[in-house]
């Protein structure tokens, strides 16, 4: 994966929770607005509802009036609000969903090709994405949610402060239960997210070799490779549950017992003339209300969700994108020099000082046994990843220093399994930075020898990609014609070949040869026939470029004719576009 100069500081899952509010956008103020109101409104209800009481008993017409209209106030309040909130909460979790799958996506693409499964990828993108854009709601529905129970503590104090201190015992013996509860939810649902990624990981990797699966008759035993970490997910999803069952257990008799006393203590209250029974069914209702801790634990429990969800997204999002410089490319005929370079894993090098050089306009076969290093090197050269140590010139500037456009419309790319990208087949040939014309597409078609197949759809390149059935040879030829559409002057052909007949690689590979002379071509191949019609052939063996020269002299080595098919290294008379040689 190509790495950035420098790294930025880690963000955390708290952090970019806090980007993600910041980022809702207008609709979250009006929303915190209307839980505010409807909790407030359900905070005046049990005070209003026994003032209505006290004045129906005590027969004032005019103030019973007066507080049934604000009675039926405050339902009207609480409705309208509950309603609102509810599509306001709605429409901003799907937009800050929308926002973070956009992130994520643009920063997964920016970093490259790198390590992680796409399963897990796929997990965190569509699960833990929406788990954490709820955060959103959460933070604004928390604020609503303290706002009945604090305020109902605050209103039993102004009734009589004896309710309030009678509530408040209760309370602190509660307040560990929900200590525990909270850290035990923490690391449940870490735990439940891992596993639910595990499995999504297994899963794509199943769908990806379905056939050989299939052939193999090992559909049972795969079933049971893809679900082994489901003995987790029910282990953590079983603790999740366990432990809302120990808070109940635990807080809930103490919750009942301790409303049983601020009803008690406000009907003593009422013997003693200090209140009425308007203010003891308030002090009831205000009892329920500020033991009513439920609705804050599942705002906090769902912020706990949002959080673990949160942290996942910030693992992706910390892997240093790829960055480019501003330097053009000054004409050139596409030179590629490799200096110095040393690539892969830190304590294993594949490459190590390794020294290439492409001559402008030339074709060099890359070779070497499988394993060597290949793919890597011909990733290194278009700068689909950086070296450990080293550098790559392309016209004599550092490809690091090279805008991103400018990169990518110098060097084109054809693979050995290409991901055709587009509705059309000719939205797949036309596919980069920059949009071929018609004739181009056609052109390229025809080098590549996708122009029979082609021309044979009903709809030709209007052809849709998604019901037309291809084949491996097919695909790998549409890549082919990708890559030589566009006006390159680097063409970097990784075995994109390898399932072609043997006839037809032939063809594509004089044609490559001889039709697209004025640009350099990397061609990392396995095939004889390929290498001998290169100008140049650049052996790779034991990190290093091992002999570099035209292919008839390379071919004297018995270690080199070892690199490939013993039917293809036999004595036989191979024409050379270098002027033939006898193999």
Not at 384 to 411: I, Y
Not at 457 to 477: K, N, V, Y
Not at 486 to 503: E, K
Request: overall charge neutral; proline content about 5%.
């Amino acid at each position: 994966m190509p790495t950035s100069s420098s790294r930025s500081e880690p963000a955390s899952g708290d952090r970019l929770l806090v980007a993600a509010i910041r980022r809702s956008g207008r609709w979250l103020v009006p929303l915190v607005v209307l839980d505010a109101l409807g909790a407030v409104a359900a905070l005046a209800f049990p005070a209003v509802l026994g003032r209505t009481i006290d004045d129906i008993f005590g027969s004032a017409r005019s103030s019973t009036t007066a507080s049934l209209t604000l009675l039926a106030g405050l339902m009207i309040c609480m409705v309208g609000a509950d309603a609102i909130t509810q599509l306001l909460a709605g429409t901003g979790t799907a937009r800050a969903t929308g926002t973070l799958r956009r992130d994520l996506v643009r920063h997964i693409l920016a970093v490259g090709p790198g390590p992680g499964t796409s399963g897990d990828l796929v997990a965190r993108l569509v699960g833990n994405t929406a788990t954490s854009a709820k955060a959103v709601v959460v933070v604004a529905g928390l604020a609503a949610a303290c706002i009945p129970p604090i305020g109902a503590v605050v209103v039993l104090a102004a009734i009589d402060p004896w309710l309030a201190l009678t509530f408040a015992v209760g309370m602190v013996s509660v307040s560990g239960a929900v200590r525990a509860y909270l850290r035990g939810a923490r690391a449940a649902t870490e735990g439940y997210l891992e596993a639910q990624a595990s499995i999504a990981s297994r899963l794509v990797d199943a769908l990806d070799g379905a056939r050989t699966i299939a052939a193999a008759g090992t559909t049972a035993q795969e079933v049971d490779r893809v679900l082994v970490p489901l003995d987790s997910l029910r282990r953590h999803g079983t603790a999740v549950w366990r432990t809302i069952a120990r808070l109940v257990v635990q807080g809930e008799p103490v919750v009942l017992l301790t409303q049983v006393a601020v009803v008690a203590v406000a009907g003593v209250g009422v013997a003693a003339g200090r209140l009425t029974p308007g203010e003891m069914l308030a002090a009831s209702r205000y009892a329920v209300m500020a033991a009513g801790i439920g609705g804050m634990l599942d705002e906090l429990a769902a912020l706990t969700r949002a959080r673990a969800g949160a942290e996942r997204l910030a693992e992706v999002l910390t892997e240093p994108a790829v960055t480019y410089g501003r330097r053009k490319l000054p004409p050139g005929p596409g030179s590629l020099e490799l200096r110095g370079i040393t690539a892969g894993p830190a304590d294993r090098p594949v490459l190590a000082d390794l020294d290439l050089e492409l001559p402008g306009g030339q074709a060099v076969a890359l070779v070497g046994r499988s394993g060597a290093g290949k793919s890597l090197v011909a990733a290194l050269a278009g700068r689909l990843c950086d070296p450990v140590a080293g550098e790559v010139r392309l016209d004599g500037v550092p490809v690091s220093e090279l805008e991103r456009h400018t990169l990518r419309a110098a060097v084109a790319y054809a693979f050995e399994r290409p991901i055709l990208v587009g509705d059309t087949i000719a939205d797949a040939v036309g596919f980069g930075v920059d949009q071929p014309s018609l004739d181009h597409l056609r052109h390229a078609a025809e080098i590549t020898r996708a122009a029979p197949f082609i021309a044979r759809l009903p709809d030709g390149f209007a052809a849709r990609l998604a019901d037309t059935p291809l084949s491996g040879g097919e695909i790998q030829r549409l890549g082919l014609a990708r890559a030589m559409a566009h006006g390159a002057r680097v063409l970097i052909l990784d075995d994109a070949t390898s399932s072609l007949d043997t006839a037809t690689e032939a063809e594509i590979a004089a044609a490559v040869t001889n039709q697209m002379r004025g640009r350099t071509r990397l061609i990392v191949t396995h095939r004889l026939g390929t290498a001998a019609r290169a100008d140049l052939v650049a052996w790779l063996d034991d990190g290093r470029i091992r002999a570099y020269g035209p292919h008839r002299e390379l071919l004297s080595d018995p270690e080199y004719q070892a690199i490939f098919r013993p039917e293809e290294a036999a004595p036989q008379l191979v024409t050379s576009s270098n002027g033939g040689g006898s193999a």
